[in-house]
């Protein structure tokens, strides 16, 4: 059972590398880098390519690990107690059970996607050291314990908003998806547009990496607007022509509002350019 790239997702070497070692580990695979570079749709093309079930947990900034386990829902009982309901004698009816519990008792193994980890309380990663460490938990409530069958396959990811402990860390093999280069994403364009003109993904590569390169950006483009963009080029049919006549220098290049996403860094290139403009004078 290995991880391969798969028809819709190209997967470097390094990242197949450290997908597999998690796996013959089993440890949480956690996987940091830049907003776009595809660490959630990771754990999808993983799922796909070993053929198994996925359940995601995405995480917000109000999500506590309990969670993640179970909840009871002690004011439907209540109510249900004062409707002189049956079913409020036995106390199991009330627990809802959480991902992380549904992916212990799957009735086949699972990848279990924890997204955005970085988003949660900074105790939320040490509350599940123990139930990602044994993969096991106690249910207090009917006095059982959820304990896996078979481990599932843990994917967790991570912005880097906030430092997990290193408590946490210790337990997880780490790997960082660092930007694509050039050839890489090239690649990347085709798996998506199969019958993109190579002129235009040349010549729109060539924009994009110059404006990744502007000094000050506060936010560079990233691959997944590398997409949007390209996309959008189709749809419009603009030529290659029409993006290698386009200086960063001196003008933004066409549809830039994929690439760009707020307005201190449309402000900062059309500074640079009307710079430039008057010292070409």
Same mark, same amino acid.
């Given at each position: 059972?290995?991880?391969?790239?798969?028809?819709?997702?190209?997967?470097?070497?390094?990242?197949?590398?450290?997908?597999?070692?998690?796996?013959?580990?089993?440890?949480?695979?956690?996987?940091?880098?830049?907003?776009?570079?595809?660490?959630?749709?990771?754990?999808?093309?993983?799922?796909?390519?070993?053929?198994?079930?996925?359940?995601?947990?995405?995480?917000?900034?109000?999500?506590?690990?309990?969670?993640?386990?179970?909840?009871?829902?002690?004011?439907?009982?209540?109510?249900?107690?004062?409707?002189?309901?049956?079913?409020?004698?036995?106390?199991?009816?009330?627990?809802?059970?959480?991902?992380?519990?549904?992916?212990?008792?799957?009735?086949?193994?699972?990848? =279990? &996607?924890?997204?955005?980890?970085?988003? *949660?309380?900074?105790?939320?990663?040490? +509350? !599940?050291?123990?139930? /990602?460490?044994?993969?096991?938990?106690?249910?207090?409530?009917?006095?059982?314990?959820?304990?896996?069958?078979?481990?599932?396959?843990?994917?967790?990811?991570?912005?880097?908003?906030?430092?997990?402990?290193?408590?946490?860390?210790?337990?997880?093999?780490?790997?960082?998806?660092?930007?694509?280069?050039?050839?890489?994403?090239?690649?990347?364009?085709?798996?998506?547009?199969?019958?993109?003109?190579?002129?235009?993904?040349?010549?729109?590569?060539?924009?994009?990496?110059?404006?990744?390169?502007?000094?000050?950006?506060?936010?560079?483009?990233?691959?997944?607007?590398?997409?949007?963009?390209?996309? =959008? &080029?189709?749809?419009?049919?603009?030529? *290659?022509?029409?993006?290698?006549?386009? +200086? !960063?220098?001196?003008? /933004?290049?066409?549809?830039?509002?994929?690439?760009?996403?707020?307005?201190?860094?449309?402000?900062?290139?059309?500074?640079?350019?009307?710079?430039?403009?008057?010292?070409?004078?």
């Amino acid at each position: 059972m290995r991880f391969e790239s798969t028809t819709s997702y190209v997967a470097t070497e390094d990242l197949k590398v450290a997908v597999n070692a998690a796996i013959n580990l089993e440890r949480p695979l956690l996987v940091k880098g830049e907003p776009g570079t595809g660490k959630t749709i990771l754990a999808h093309e993983v799922a796909a390519s070993l053929k198994m079930p996925l359940l995601t947990w995405h995480i917000k900034s109000t999500t506590k690990a309990q969670h993640g386990l179970y909840e009871y829902d002690a004011v439907a009982r209540l109510r249900d107690g004062q409707l002189g309901e049956a079913k409020v004698k036995d106390i199991a009816n009330y627990i809802r059970p959480g991902k992380l519990w549904q992916a212990f008792t799957h009735e086949k193994r699972c990848v =279990l &996607l924890i997204d955005e980890i970085d988003k *949660a309380d900074i105790e939320f990663p040490n +509350d !599940l050291l123990q139930e /990602l460490d044994r993969m096991e938990f106690f249910v207090y409530e009917t006095g059982q314990t959820i304990k896996a069958a078979t481990r599932p396959v843990v994917i967790i990811t991570s912005n880097n908003e906030k430092e997990l402990p290193d408590a946490f860390l210790r337990r997880c093999f780490f790997h960082y998806i660092r930007f694509p280069d050039r050839d890489t994403m090239e690649e990347i364009v085709h798996v998506h547009f199969p019958d993109v003109k190579k002129a235009l993904v040349r010549d729109a590569l060539q924009a994009f990496f110059e404006l990744r390169d502007v000094p000050g950006m506060k936010k560079r483009p990233s691959t997944s607007e590398l997409l949007d963009w390209i996309k =959008l &080029l189709m749809s419009d049919d603009i030529s *290659a022509e029409a993006l290698r006549t386009k +200086d !960063l220098k001196t003008v /933004l290049p066409p549809l830039h509002g994929a690439l760009v996403k707020n307005e201190q860094d449309v402000h900062l290139l059309e500074r640079l350019a009307f710079l430039s403009r008057r010292e070409n004078r």
